[in-house]
């Protein structure tokens, strides 16, 4: 697919199309390949149905009787082509948000480099957490509204409130930087979990397209001994549950701990799983990894599992068996008593139902039955012989056959005489 073809719905500022040196565009496919072209206006669609037959007119005079036509027309007259406006509006905005979400972080990188040496505007990945506003932004919210700046035009209230922010003491201006310092720093941790997230993803999908991947070479080897997981950046609200139906699509889950505060009892965000097969937290950490939960991008990694806390002069004990809060407990089942069951089972079918007179007539019917349709014996003149013997006995003329000279055969091979 051509690139103009990808991106001929944008403002293309250059037209000089060319293999570039880092992505030729010949051969790339954008993110909003699938995304339909942004609606024209109403009046550009009233336009172009009006414009349909025309042929060999002067454009410049037919454009201005259809504009006077649509300002003449009323506005439920007008509300057809603003309905069509809306429903193509909407789908056009629910596939680009399906595409934008679904497109990873190495997508967004090359399609960015690509855009840039065209001049197009950049595409911004949804998943990437949002620069906090700085303690002037936070003030000028808070005095946007005030009475003191109603009526003034968006320059004169912004130079207005810009000079009471410098003149304030730096006793006022404290709330305001702790508050920004304080989202600068939430937004960092998240930035981090995202970095690490995408740069999770291009070690996965380095090691995919070079040649040279194993087991061995991979950096899931490490934990080949280990079926537990973390799973960081939850949301507050969610439960056990919650998370147990979330990570459940790649394997039973056997043990979860969900962390939370011992005051308080609320969830912290994080939480460790266990499964029951350790290859189910491969396909946990490659699919879920980055994942959007409720607004939030999850971190899902290896782990060993939480740290034990000991107390003061315990020593260390192995456990008995495997930890298990979620699946179910382990039934042992003795043979002799399945065996005695199996049998009980058998003997109440042949007494037959108390409840039910006839079924130990249909039974004996079912039976005559299969007997009727069993093969009749043979005559008497291979009755004393297998089918498998009869098969396997030649008959009188095959013996001859096989006793016949190799002469015969060597003349039988001759070829015809000539005329």
């Known amino acids: 697919m051509s690139f103009l073809k990808q991106f001929?719905?944008?403002?293309?500022?250059?037209?000089?199309?060319?293999?570039?040196?880092?992505?030729?565009?010949?051969?790339?496919?954008?993110?909003?390949?699938?995304?339909?072209?942004?609606?024209?206006?109403?009046w550009q669609m009233f336009a172009a149905e009006k414009l349909k037959g025309a042929k060999n007119e002067k454009m410049g005079q037919r454009m201005a009787d259809?504009?006077?036509?649509?300002?003449?027309?009323?506005?439920?007259?007008?509300?057809?082509?603003?309905?069509?406006?809306?429903?193509?509006?909407?789908?056009?905005?629910?596939?680009?948000e399906k595409a934008l979400n679904n497109a990873t972080s190495k997508q967004f990188y090359e399609e960015n480099l690509l855009r840039k040496k065209y001049k197009l505007p950049l595409l911004k990945d949804p998943k990437k957490p949002k620069k906090p506003l700085n303690a002037y932004m936070l003030y000028f919210q808070a005095k946007k509204d005030d009475p003191s700046v109603n009526g003034l035009t968006i320059q004169e209230k912004t130079k207005k409130i810009a000079q009471q922010y410098a003149q304030l003491p730096e006793s006022e201006k404290?709330?305001?930087?702790?508050?920004?310092?304080?989202?600068?720093?939430?937004?960092?941790?998240?930035?981090?979990?995202?970095?690490?997230?995408?740069?999770?993803?291009?070690?996965?999908?380095?090691?995919?397209?070079?040649?040279?991947?194993?087991?061995?070479?991979?950096?899931h080897a490490q934990y080949k001994n280990s079926a537990w997981i973390f799973a960081g950046g939850l949301d507050y609200g969610l439960t056990e549950g919650d998370i147990v139906c979330i990570f459940s699509q790649y394997g039973e889950i056997m043990h979860i701990i969900l962390v939370r505060d011992r005051k308080t009892g609320k969830s912290k965000g994080y939480a460790f799983l266990q499964y029951e097969d350790q290859r189910s937290t491969i396909l946990a950490v490659d699919n879920l990894n980055g994942a959007t939960v409720l607004g939030r991008t999850i971190r899902v990694d290896h782990s060993y599992g939480p740290k034990k806390h000991k107390k003061e002069g315990e020593e260390d004990?192995?456990?008995?068996?495997?930890?298990?809060?979620?699946?179910?407990?382990?039934?042992?089942?003795?043979?002799?008593?399945?065996?005695?069951?199996?049998?009980?089972?058998?003997?109440?079918?042949?007494?037959?139902?108390?409840?039910?007179?006839?079924?130990?007539?249909?039974?004996?019917?079912?039976?005559?039955?299969?007997?009727?349709?069993?093969?009749?014996?043979?005559?008497?003149?291979?009755?004393?012989?297998?089918?498998?013997?009869?098969?396997?006995?030649?008959s009188p003329s095959h013996s001859r056959r096989r006793s016949r000279s190799p002469s015969y055969d060597r003349r039988r091979s001759r070829s015809p005489r000539r005329k």
């Open 174 to 219: 404290k709330p305001f930087t702790e508050k920004a310092n304080k989202l600068h720093e939430e937004y960092r941790k998240k930035l981090a979990e995202y970095n690490a997230s995408a740069e999770i993803q291009r070690i996965n999908e380095r090691e995919i397209s070079n040649g040279n991947w194993s087991d061995d070479a991979s950096w």
């Open 8 to 42: 001929g719905h944008l403002s293309i500022q250059t037209r000089n199309i060319g293999s570039g040196k880092h992505l030729n565009p010949t051969k790339f496919t954008s993110i909003l390949a699938n995304v339909p072209f942004r609606p024209t206006s109403p």
């Open 317 to 394: 004990s192995e456990e008995e068996g495997p930890l298990m809060n979620v699946a179910p407990e382990y039934v042992e089942v003795d043979e002799a008593e399945e065996k005695k069951e199996k049998k009980k089972k058998k003997k109440k079918e042949s007494k037959g139902d108390d409840e039910d007179p006839m079924a130990e007539y249909f039974r004996k019917k079912k039976k005559k039955s299969k007997r009727r349709r069993s093969p009749s014996p043979s005559s008497d003149k291979h009755r004393s012989r297998s089918p498998s013997y009869r098969r396997r006995s030649p």
């Open 66 to 96: 259809i504009s006077a036509e649509w300002k003449s027309m009323s506005e439920q007259d007008k509300k057809k082509y603003f309905d069509i406006y809306k429903e193509k509006k909407e789908v056009h905005d629910a596939a680009m």
